[in-house]
């Protein structure tokens, strides 16, 4: 840890230690959009619920001194099983917050997907943090608005499409109409007040956009609006997207093609024969639909169906090293990770993003060593005792199998 970030965080290391941190550095409406769930925010404590019902059963006696957090993906060596999710947020917690995440990336070489609804244009994160680079996409209701996105991502070079599957309306989140966190942005008594009660924030983040140009603009989207302005009803979420809309992205996008919100097995084997080169089990951070399953819990299900032809990530409530470990255990090639590195980002940028990194591996190279697994390669679902799961997923299947 340098000494400015050991300053900044001082033990402030698990991800919900820097939470905390964030919340005290943000103003209210915008913590609780990072921070909150749907409806009742039941599935938000589910996703979590779900890693403590996984337990490990470690290997004892096993040399463990040449451990190692390296993987691959795509075929691709990678710091750790892990990749940023896209977060349409990141770039009004922290002055360019998107360009902070991704040199954070490419510095933990892990892969950092960038939101469609970021404030950061991709051409600017290609050429300024590099690394390995994909790009997600919403399906919008004009088809061409999205076909030109996939252009210009071609054109920037980027390695990955992510399409996001699981959101066809905005979903219901109450508090973000009471706080005025809307597209466009709505100025209510509570909100301005909170934003004024932050005046660190407020100078730090929207007064340097103001200083290089005026309000942070949506800049991968066709048209370039302010977040006052909001997105152009062309360019609201689609309620019609199709398979068949996934077999014409796979038509125009070369590189490899990733399709996110996956959570039913025959909905990962559709997407595997349309040429999807993986899915991510996923409930969107449960930020849409309440009532869903844990993705981990989904996971194994997926990992079944179609794990020996395309690769299956999954992401929802990766929150310590452990977690990371044991979805991998449970199938998954890697995880994604959405709200721990904005939480490192808006109390610190760059810094805050790899401080959360960094720790997260350093916890996964703790559990790998008590594990008695020196190899992310060699995490399997023999050391996961988890008999809620489908029986399969466990050890004690393996043995009736014998
Ligand atoms: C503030 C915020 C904004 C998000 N924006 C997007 C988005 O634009 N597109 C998308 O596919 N997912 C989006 N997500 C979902 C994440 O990609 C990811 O699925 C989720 O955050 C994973 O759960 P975790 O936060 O528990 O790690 C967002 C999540 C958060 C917290």
Redesign the pocket.
Known sequence: MTRSAASVFRFANSVESVRELAKKRLPKGLFE???RGSDDELAILN?RDAFNRVKFRPRALVDVSGRSSETTVFGQSIGMPLAI?????AGLLWYRGEMALAKAAAAAKVPF?L????MSAMEDIASEAGGTLWL?L?TQRNRQDCYDVIERAKAAKFQGL?L?VD?PMNPSRDYNDRNGYSLPFKYTMRGVTDILLHPRWFAGVIGKYYANGGLPRFENLPGRRTINEGISPTQMLSDDLTWRDIEEYRRRWPGKLIV??IMHPDDAKRAAQLGADAV?V?N????NLDGTMAPLDALPDVVDAVGNRIEVFM?????RGADIAKAVALGARMV?????T?YGTAVAGEMGATHVLNNLKKELLYTLATLGVPRISELSRDIIHAPHLAPRATHEMKIAAE
């Open positions: 959009f990072v921070d996703n999710a896209p977060t349409g947020a997907t939101a469609t609804r970021s997600q919403y992510v996001t959101t996110k919100g991510i996923s969107h951070g449960a930020r992401d929802g409530g990766i929150r994604l990770i959405g709200r721990p904005l």
